[in-house]
Every structure is written in structure tokens, then in C-alpha cells.
């Protein structure tokens, strides 16, 4: 950590959160003891210009990160002296590609919910040696060969995004998640990095290495030039801009958004979580040991370095879209929620470790409803984060983890 940075905390320092989710994004104050302080929350549009395609603009999300960021530090009235630490969440496997000179988008966002790379996976274009590889995939990435991942997402752009030819023969163009994006535009000296969570989501990283593997790159066709440099969870990634929010501050995690919650509730040995958020997410954490189950991906959890901790993860059901048309009907609402749950628990039941216990976050369990409603019906006890936003906590955690270690 530069020296200009504290390499401690004291009860009066404050830490900055930014969750880069699906429908919002949100910028939290945490004080020193993990409460939190202050929480503003904007919108963010998705478009659906055609069938399975789903997208963003790179730039509203920049903006709309600025903005908060500046509301919830006003917000949180807390002297610049004070806040010590920045950290940023993000939805994974959505993908951004720009011009590196004038850093500028080349086509919209390409979300996590788009399918439109799935030809290419079947066979299409140059790719049709990838079907017989599965396993391979399988194995180096603990995912399976599906359009949800990033992989497919920056291939389509390689072939049908007119500007993408010449950038590559001109060394400018730059591709990454959406938390490269923002480490981008909002740190000093446009840092071009990830972290080993949202990498994992991309179908191109090694999560054993923990490297970008070069086999599936040339399988995919993808340029390693293209992508950026990979760091642990807790890491020194670069420097806020003085202009964000009034000072420069370290940025000192960055997390995908289901690992972080994760990490908020413990990555010990059989630690299950679940999300009720834009999805339901089953998370559990491993032993260490890299293990493939048939009804899981197998995930990284964040680390400040060294040997990979494995998680096993489901994406069970859309959960705060169906959720939203019932919430005035509490008949309706009950019915919907009891569906989820059910959902949830046949997940759980094909967990190769039965849980004891089941820490539950995300905006769907701010009434209380579906804690009680999963508790009965998998018999297991529920845990709900005393912060519902489990996201932004795991990365405040991982702050507070950093500023220990050194």
C-alpha cells in the first residue's frame, strides 16, 4: 500500500462499498465495526433488442457508479479523513469491451443473462472442436460449456463487432467484466485488472493454476493481449480518483457478486449460502480440495493470495423478478416464496455434504417470509445476515482483511 495510506484502522475510519448489480447499483459507508453508515441505490436499464439477447451500456454503468458513490459519501457524513479504503462488487460474466486510447465503448454490455453465444458453443464459426471438449473445459474451469459464461460473449464480439478488427491490429482493444471496466475509468492510471473470482466466471481461467489457461484461450480463439491481468481478491488494485468522492483512497478488494456474499458468511469448511436476490444462488464451501458435482459449477472463493479455496455453486431460480408483481398480495407473494423455496432445497439436496446450518442474504429476505418458509421446508437452520446486503459486506470484510494482513 502506498505510504499516503494508512496501513491501519481506527473505530472513527470508515470503508467505501460499490455493488455493481444486475437491476441497481448500489455504494455503501461501513464503519470500522462492519455496520453501515449510509446506502444509496439507482437503477440500471437492461435492454432486450432481440430474442435471448440482454444487454447494458457500459457507460450509464460508470455513471451511475460515480453518482452513488458521491451520494452515499454525503450521505454518510463522514469526514474525508476518515474513510480509509475502497472495494467494489459487480455481477459477473458480463462483458464490456472498449477502445484502450480513447476508452471508449465499441457495443454495448453483454449480460450474464445473454445467450446469444450459444451457437458458437454448438459449432458454430471456427469453434466446432469445442463440443468434443467438455470435459477438458470441466476440469480446467470447474464450469460447464454454457452461454451464461463470458467466454462465448467476447468471442461473438471478436466476430461481429465492425471496430473489432482494426483495434486488434492496432494493440487497443481492451476486454474484461464489468469490475475491469469500473477499476478502469474510476482509478487513477487506468489499471487493467480483475480479480481471480470474476475471472473464474469466464470459461478461460484455470482456477487450480489460478491463471488464464492457454489451451482453452486458443480453443476459444480468444487474444491473451485482450484480457487483463489477474489478481487475488484482497489486493492493492490501484487508486481511486480524488474526484470520486472527494479523496484517494486505496482499492483494496474486488469481488464477484456470490463469492462476496460467500465470504461475508464464512468461508469455512461446509459453509452453505444462499441469495435471494436478482437470482437464488446456492453457494457452499469446499475443503480445499478442487471436487465436480454433476448439478454444481465449482467456483473460486476470494482469498488474499496463495492456494485456492473451491466453492460449489447453483443458480437455482429468478428470484426479484417474480417476486416484485406479487409483494401488494400477500396470498400471491407466500405462494411465489414457497415456490422459490422448493426450488432452493432440491439444490440443497444434491449438496454432497448435507448443511447444518443456512446463512441466507439478498433483498427477498428483508421480511422474514422465506428464512421461516426454507427452514420448514428443507428442515435446516436459517441464518439471515443481519446485512441484507451480504454483496457488500463480504467486500468490507475483505477490506478490513487486507488493512490486518499488512
Known amino acids: 500500500m502506498p505510504k499516503k495510506f494508512s496501513k491501519i484502522l481506527s473505530p472513527a475510519d470508515h470503508l467505501l462499498v460499490l455493488d455493481v448489480g444486475t437491476t441497481g447499483i448500489k455504494a455503501f459507508v461501513f464503519d470500522a465495526d462492519l455496520k453501515i453508515k449510509a446506502r444509496v441505490n439507482r437503477p440500471l436499464k437492461k435492454f432486450r433488442p432481440k430474442k435471448d439477447w440482454v444487454e447494458q451500456n457500459p457507460l450509464e454503468i460508470l455513471e451511475t457508479s460515480k453518482q452513488v458513490l458521491k451520494e452515499a459519501r454525503r450521505a454518510g457524513r463522514v469526514n474525508l479523513i476518515h474513510l480509509k479504503g475502497f472495494g467494489l462488487t459487480n455481477q459477473r460474466e458480463t462483458v464490456v469491451a472498449w477502445d484502450r486510447i480513447s476508452g471508449k465503448p465499441i457495443c454495448p454490455a453483454i449480460v450474464w443473462e445473454d445467450r446469444r453465444g450459444l451457437r458458437g458453443l454448438r459449432g458454430g464459426r471456427g469453434l466446432k472442436g469445442l463440443r468434443g471438449l467438455r470435459g477438458l473445459v470441466r476440469e480446467r474451469t470447474g464450469l460447464k460449456l454454457d452461454a451464461y459464461f463470458s467466454a462465448s460473449k467476447i468471442r461473438w464480439i471478436l466476430e461481429n463487432v465492425p471496430k473489432v478488427r482494426r483495434l486488434l491490429k492496432e494493440n487497443k482493444l481492451l476486454v474484461g467484466t464489468v469490475d475491469s471496466w469500473l477499476l478502469w475509468n474510476l482509478c487513477q492510471d487506468e489499471p487493467f485488472l480483475t480479480d481471480e473470482t470474476n475471472a473464474s466466471r469466464t470459461l478461460l481461467f484455470n482456477i487450480k493454476k489460478k491463471e488464464w489457461d492457454p489451451e482453452l484461450l486458443d480453443l476459444f480463439q480468444i487474444p491473451l493481449e485482450i484480457l487483463p491481468q489477474v489478481f487475488p481478491s484482497g489486493a492493492e488494485f490501484g487508486v481511486l480518483k480524488k474526484e470520486i468522492v472527494g479523496v484517494s483512497l486505496p482499492v483494496l478488494a474486488v469481488i464477484g457478486d456470490q463469492q462476496a456474499s460467500t465470504y461475508a458468511a464464512g468461508v469455512e469448511v461446509k459453509t452453505t449460502k444462499v441469495t435471494y436476490g436478482t437470482g437464488a444462488f446456492l453457494v457452499q464451501s469446499l475443503d480445499g480440495k478442487f471436487k465436480l458435482c454433476p448439478d454444481f459449477f465449482t467456483t473460486l472463493l ?105
Open 302 to 406: 476470494p482469498t488474499l493470495g496463495g492456494a485456492p479455496i473451491f466453492a460449489l455453486e447453483a443458480k437455482v431460480e429468478n428470484c426479484a423478478a417474480i417476486v416484485e408483481p406479487v409483494l401488494n398480495d400477500p396470498k400471491k407473494l407466500r405462494q411465489v416464496l414457497t415456490r422459490i423455496a422448493k426450488k432452493v432445497d432440491v439444490a440443497i439436496q444434491k449438496l454432497p455434504v448435507k448443511p447444518k446450518e443456512l446463512v441466507i442474504d439478498g433483498g427477498v429476505t428483508r421480511d422474514g417470509i422465506i428464512a421461516e418458509l426454507q427452514e420448514k421446508i428443507s428442515g435446516i437452520p436459517v441464518r439471515t445476515q443481519t446485512v441484507f446486503d451480504g454483496t457488500a459486506l463480504g467486500v468490507a470484510k475483505m477490506i478490513l482483511k487486507v488493512f490486518e494482513k499488512r
